[in-house]
């Protein structure tokens, strides 16, 4: 099969990639060995994350580092095997995180942050999945004053933004919640934000889009890639495909093709979990609520409350460590009253993040009609479509929305 351009990976981010080229004329080929938004665009916490406007950073508080360093808490937790491998990146996410570096970062996402939730309407009116969008915000919620007030102050100096919240006191929370134990004291709601039921669904509602509209959806494996003449070709289950364009849309592992072909990108993971819960006594959750303290988020799913965890730093292939997930389980089940898992084993996924807190976007600098979209981190459900367009306005020569200096592979020498 021929065709003009084909999309490796197809999670949130290639699938919008695949549908924002579409849009603009090419005839794309879709390639993923497992069901479209089977990977980590499956398991997150489904946020679409108008109000994420600052990147997150390394800790750089020596208190906080020394927390961090004994490694008990629930919201980053690392493999002491793993260190000496992760210690020159986490060095330069370090060094990215420092006020003047952070504020670089900011900047340079801002414009695709400000524009995530118009261009996942867009996608969600075409799809019709409107059933799976909750557009009531979510809630960080606090148990401890000191912390209360420092959340407060931090919000109110994201006002320059133009974000929309409320803080609501201990009364307010707990009318919206219902729910949440004595011990919530106050809460501060983001409104811009939507939130998604079920993740892996909008991913295949928006693949299911893309093939409506003319578009293929084939299984392969991406790693079979190779240049053929002036053309890029991969094996699927159809048979050859070829291309004279490619994009590496692959996420966590974008690196088994970049990798080979000679681009130092230094791409790394931050594992994460989630698990579901049935709630206790017809309790209901009707926001995603974050305790920002103990590092996890409680979202309501379709397939029930879903425990999303913070950080871990282990290596991708080791096998999943229940101690992070136990422990946010632990502090969840004293804010809401979870009852029974749902699910035996718990999942685990992988974030694509680069140590300055900005994806790859763009054409890789040796290579004719090879393409990077990668590396979203913590915010790729939210990111997908906005990113998506950026790279096909990027392929087709249009003019782009924003400049896409930023987000170039050319940053890593
Ligand atoms: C616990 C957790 C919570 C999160 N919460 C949020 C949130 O609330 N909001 C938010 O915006 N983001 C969140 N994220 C981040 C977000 O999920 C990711 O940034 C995003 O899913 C990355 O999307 P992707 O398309 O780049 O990668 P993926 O979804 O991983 O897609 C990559 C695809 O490539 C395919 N693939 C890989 N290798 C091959 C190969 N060799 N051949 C063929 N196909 C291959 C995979 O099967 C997969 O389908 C969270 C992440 C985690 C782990």
Same mark, same amino acid.
């Given at each position: 099969?021929?065709?003009?351009?084909?999309?490796?990976? !197809?999670?949130?981010?290639g699938?919008?990639?695949?549908?924002?080229?579409?849009?603009? =004329?090419?005839k794309?080929?879709l390639?993923?060995?497992?069901?479209? =938004?089977?990977?980590?665009?499956?398991?997150?916490?489904?946020?679409?994350?108008? *109000?994420s406007?600052?990147?997150?950073? #390394?800790?750089?508080?020596? *208190?906080?580092?020394?927390?961090?360093?004994?490694?008990?808490?629930?919201?980053?937790?690392y493999?002491?095997?793993?260190?000496?491998?992760?210690?020159?990146?986490?060095?330069?996410?370090?060094?990215?995180?420092?006020?003047?570096?952070l504020?670089?970062?900011?900047?340079?996402?801002?414009?695709?942050v400000?524009?995530?939730?118009?261009e996942?309407?867009?996608?969600?009116?075409?799809?019709?999945?409107?059933?799976?969008?909750?557009?009531?915000?979510?809630?960080?919620?606090y148990?401890?004053?000191?912390?209360?007030?420092?959340?407060?102050?931090?919000?109110?100096?994201?006002l320059?933004?133009?974000?929309?919240?409320?803080?609501?006191?201990?009364?307010?929370?707990?009318?919206?919640?219902?729910?949440l134990s004595?011990?919530?004291?106050?809460?501060?709601?983001?409104?811009?934000?939507?939130?998604?039921?079920?993740?892996?669904?909008?991913?295949?509602?928006?693949?299911?889009?893309?093939?409506?509209?003319g578009?293929?959806?084939?299984?392969?494996?991406?790693? *079979?890639?190779?240049?053929?003449?002036?053309?890029?070709?991969?094996?699927?289950?159809?048979?050859?495909?070829? !291309?004279?364009?490619?994009?590496?849309a692959?996420?966590?592992?974008?690196?088994?093709?970049?990798?080979?072909?000679?681009?130092?990108?230094?791409?790394?993971?931050?594992?994460?979990?989630?698990?579901?819960?049935?709630?206790?006594d017809?309790?209901?959750?009707?926001?995603?609520?974050?305790?920002?303290?103990?590092?996890?988020?409680?979202?309501?799913?379709?397939?029930?409350?879903?425990?999303?965890?913070?950080?871990?730093f282990?290596?991708?292939?080791?096998?999943?460590?229940?101690i992070?997930?136990?422990?946010?389980e632990?502090?969840?089940?004293?804010? #809401?009253?979870?009852?029974?898992?749902?699910?035996?084993?718990p999942?685990?996924?992988?974030?694509p993040?680069?140590?300055?807190?900005?994806?790859?976007?763009?054409?890789?600098?040796?290579?004719?009609?090879?393409?990077?979209?990668?590396?979203?981190?913590h915010?790729?459900?939210?990111?997908?479509p906005?990113?998506?367009?950026?790279?096909a306005e990027?392929?087709?020569?249009?003019?782009? #929305?924003?400049?896409?200096?930023?987000?170039?592979?050319?940053?890593?020498?």
């Amino acid at each position: 099969m021929h065709c003009q351009t084909i999309v490796l990976g !197809a999670g949130i981010v290639g699938v919008c990639t695949a549908l924002h080229l579409q849009a603009r =004329g090419r005839k794309v080929v879709l390639i993923d060995r497992d069901q479209p =938004g089977s990977g980590t665009s499956h398991g997150n916490a489904g946020l679409i994350e108008r *109000s994420s406007v600052i990147p997150y950073a #390394f800790p750089r508080e020596l *208190s906080s580092l020394l927390r961090y360093g004994l490694n008990r808490q629930s919201d980053v937790r690392y493999s002491w095997r793993y260190l000496p491998k992760a210690g020159p990146w986490l060095f330069k996410y370090w060094q990215n995180s420092a006020p003047a570096q952070l504020a670089v970062a900011t900047q340079a996402m801002l414009p695709l942050v400000q524009r995530c939730v118009e261009e996942h309407d867009t996608l969600i009116e075409a799809a019709e999945l409107g059933s799976l969008i909750k557009a009531n915000g979510w809630i960080e919620v606090y148990h401890n004053q000191d912390a209360f007030e420092k959340a407060k102050a931090e919000a109110h100096a994201l006002l320059s933004y133009g974000l929309r919240f409320e803080v609501l006191d201990r009364q307010q929370l707990h009318e919206r919640e219902g729910d949440l134990s004595a011990n919530a004291i106050g809460g501060i709601h983001w409104l811009d934000p939507k939130t998604v039921s079920n993740p892996g669904a909008l991913v295949r509602g928006y693949n299911a889009l893309f093939v409506k509209r003319g578009g293929h959806f084939i299984h392969g494996d991406a790693r *079979s890639l190779r240049q053929v003449d002036s053309d890029w070709q991969v094996d699927s289950r159809q048979g050859p495909i070829t !291309a004279p364009e490619v994009v590496i849309a692959l996420g966590p592992q974008a690196g088994d093709l970049f990798r080979p072909l000679g681009y130092r990108i230094p791409l790394e993971i931050k594992r994460g979990y989630h698990r579901h819960y049935r709630p206790r006594d017809g309790a209901v959750l009707e926001h995603s609520i974050c305790d920002v303290q103990g590092g996890y988020v409680l979202a309501p799913m379709a397939q029930g409350i879903r425990l999303t965890t913070g950080i871990e730093f282990a290596a991708s292939g080791d096998p999943a460590n229940d101690i992070q997930l136990t422990r946010c389980e632990a502090l969840a089940r004293t804010l #809401f009253p979870l009852g029974e898992p749902v699910e035996a084993e718990p999942w685990l996924g992988r974030r694509p993040c680069l140590p300055d807190m900005r994806p790859v976007i763009g054409p890789a600098s040796r290579h004719k009609g090879l393409w990077f979209n990668f590396g979203h981190a913590h915010h790729g459900l939210t990111l997908g479509p906005v990113c998506g367009r950026l790279l096909a306005e990027m392929m087709t020569g249009a003019p782009t #929305f924003t400049d896409p200096a930023p987000y170039s592979a050319a940053r890593f020498k």
